[in-house]
């Protein structure tokens, strides 16, 4: 079981599983061996009935698909669908959150309310929308609809573009990639890749491009930005992770998804007097609310809920037997979780008018009825508690702590009123800190399951480089105790360690969902105003990666990391190694034009070694790579830098 996961408390349920012929993840991926070649390597299309198609460019034939598409064609085609795949997902559910933003606005008796006024007019003040003395629902109101607007709107910019640093968005203009509307550039980018459309393969990852900015800086920022007026800005915060959380003596609620607008609200029921009292009626101590991927997230960031796993252990958890609901909203949910629901007594509902699943019971969670759905759902968890027959939770559960948003990294800098990027700044000038590395992304069953994370994050900070992470990856290196402050001393290369200790926090930021990459763009581009470390973010000694990735959303936001400037590197493979011409492109020449490219490596050393030589490359260009002793830079100072 050691090659399936390096988390014990995995081995044990997919070994127990396997025992009583349960399926999982794992033996439906070891039944697709050997996996089809070329759609491993992008070669394989589908785009119209011709075919399908799958070519062989190194071999006699056949060297082009039906309609004489080469392999650099049917390459691109594939890669930039994904990008509108994963940009569709999250942009889908910002435009839900500006939805509930408007009704927080103007309904004030549904249940959703504004938080957090200092993030709203922050937000407000980006997108011009006058602030000073209107009343806070007025100002929600033109946020939520200016929000909208971005979407749908046919001409302009989507609006978040213009945080980036200048020269970024000249950079784009120039490419003519400033994304317009948030659907109209997903729509074009399908169009384009229709059969016989765009048939250039750099033209069409021009558009592959500006449909991930469409994402990274539209509509993931719209759900971050939004999600925080909504729901609070996260702060660091304790809490705990793996399936060892789940309660042996309390009801059991798993919320899976991605949307925190049912979280949110099931937070709320679950601490319902009424219904805490028929949970001790039914014989359970009290209800214990847990997650599962990016909703786990959502709530551990904001409320310090606790995170039952991350998208491999969905299975795991129900086959604990202690699971008495599971709660599914949208994205990375398993379509065999109603079978294996089916073995123990879990029941498993879903929320979503977009997310239907067979033999699942739904509760249409409308934003008009929200509260009340979320107490319907957890009465019928209670109800099934009684149902519990043989229990099995893993004793496994790790310390974290979380919530390293842009906002609270400037607190934990700085404080109240001298926060600000400067110290980060200082210290990756000085050399303490070598540079910050994005860790993100899902987790994949073709390999050993949170090893690559673990181990990639593990080299990463003995280099004195500090890692941000969001998703499933932030999981995974939250069970190896990464997560906690005393994590600095056992882990980190000195210099880190001592900024980690001085400051008080752990080597390794964890800054939400997958979303909430947007905060890590955010955090680049003040990286860059405050000065010192270049005009841009391409200038910046910074990498991102995603070692065990496996979503269209993770392409979507891989190519607007690289697109904002990012040398952005991904294990397990990608699907482009058919074609020679388009790896050049985007590992090679995007290089010359974004100034951030792709790779890909499996192995997480040699993936560590080229983030760091990436990071070594970029502090030689700005004349800080020699050891320095501490110096303490002025403004004066840091503009020198700069020229
Ligand atoms: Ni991201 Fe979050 Fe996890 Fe991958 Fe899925 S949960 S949106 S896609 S699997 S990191």
Redesign the pocket.
């Known amino acids: 079981m050691k090659e399936k996961s390096i988390d014990p408390a995995v081995q044990h349920l997919v070994e127990k599983n396997a025992q009583q012929g349960l399926d999982t993840v794992w033996s439906r991926s070891d039944s697709q061996k050997p996996r089809c070649g070329y759609g491993e390597q992008g070669l394989c299309c589908q785009l119209c009935y011709m075919g399908p198609c799958r070519i062989n460019p190194r071999g006699k034939s056949p060297q082009k698909g039906v309609c004489g598409a080469s392999a650099e064609v049917i390459v691109a085609r594939n890669f930039a669908r994904m990008i509108a795949g994963g940009a569709a997902a999250h942009s889908d559910h910002g435009r839900e959150v500006a939805k509930i933003l408007l009704l927080a606005a103007k309904a004030p008796d549904s249940g959703y309310a504004i938080k957090d006024v200092n993030k709203l007019q922050k937000v407000a003040t980006a997108l011009g929308i006058e602030v000073k003395d209107r009343k806070k629902e007025d100002i929600a109101a033109e946020v939520a609809e200016r929000a909208l607007e971005n979407f749908g709107q046919q001409e302009g910019e989507v609006q978040f573009t213009r945080l980036a640093p200048p020269t970024r968005q000249a950079l784009w203009q120039e490419l003519n990639i400033v994304p317009r509307g948030i659907d109209r550039e997903i729509v074009e980018m399908m169009h384009r890749t229709a059969m016989g459309v765009d048939q250039d393969h750099r033209n069409i990852m021009l558009q592959g491009a500006r449909t991930a900015l469409a994402d990274g800086w539209g509509g993931s920022m719209i759900a971050t930005e939004l999600q925080d007026i909504l729901f609070g800005t996260p702060s660091p915060l304790r809490g705990q992770v793996n399936l060892g959380v789940l309660s042996k003596d309390k009801v059991n609620i798993v919320v899976h998804g ?1 949307e925190p607008v049912l979280s949110e609200m099931l937070v709320l029921a679950s601490q319902d007097k009424e219904l805490l009292k028929m949970a001790k009626s039914q014989g359970a101590k009290g209800i214990n609310l847990a997650g599962i ?2 909703t786990a997230n959502e709530i551990l960031l904001r409320h310090g809920l606790p995170i039952a796993g ?2 491999l252990q969905q299975e795991l958890a129900i086959s604990t037997g202690a699971v008495e609901a599971m709660i599914v909203d949208v ?2 949910i398993m379509p065999s979780l109603p079978e294996i629901s089916k073995c123990y007594h879990t029941k498993l509902i879903t929320t979503s008018s977009k997310a239907k699943i067979e033999n699942a019971k739904n509760y249409e969670f409308s934003e008009k009825n929200s509260l009340q759905t979320a107490k319907d759902i957890v009465r019928e968890a209670i109800m099934n508690f009684s149902r519990r027959e043989k229990v099995d939770i893993p004793p496994e559960k790790m310390d974290l702590v979380a919530g390293f948003s842009h906002e609270a990294i400037i607190y934990m800098l700085g404080g109240a009123f001298r926060g600000s990027y400067v110290p980060l700044n200082d210290n990756v000038i000085n050399g303490r800190i070598k540079g910050v590395a994005g860790v993100v ?3 994949n069953p073709k390999v050993t399951h949170d090893q690559c994370h673990v181990n990639l994050v593990e080299e990463l900070i003995a280099n004195n480089i500090l890692v941000v992470q969001t ?3 932030a999981i995974a290196c939250a069970k190896a105790g990464f997560l906690v402050p005393e994590s600095a001393e056992k882990h980190a290369g000195q210099g880190l360690a001592e900024v980690c200790q001085a400051v008080g926090i752990p080597p390794v930021l964890h800054s939400g ?2 979303v909430d990459n947007s905060r890590i763009l955010i955090a680049l581009s003040e990286m860059v105003k405050i000065g010192g470390l270049g005009n841009d973010i391409s200038e910046l000694p910074v990498a991102g990666a995603a070692p065990e990735w ?2 269209e ?2 392409i979507a936001i891989g190519q607007y990391f690289v697109a904002s400037g990012v040398f952005t590197i991904f294990g397990v493979g990608l699907p482009v190694s058919g074609s020679e011409k388009f790896c050049q492109h985007i590992f090679k020449e995007f290089e010359d034009i974004f100034g951030g490219m792709w790779a890909a490596e499996p192995d997480p050393g040699k993936m560590a070694s080229r983030i760091i030589d990436h990071i070594d490359k970029k502090r030689e260009k700005l004349g800080i790579h020699k050891a320095k002793k501490r110096v303490l830079y002025d403004m004066a100072m840091r503009r020198e830098l700069d020229t």
């Open positions: 991605h991927c990016c991350n998208v994205q990375c992304g899902c987790c998703g499933c990856s969902s997958c496996m979503s959303k993770a």
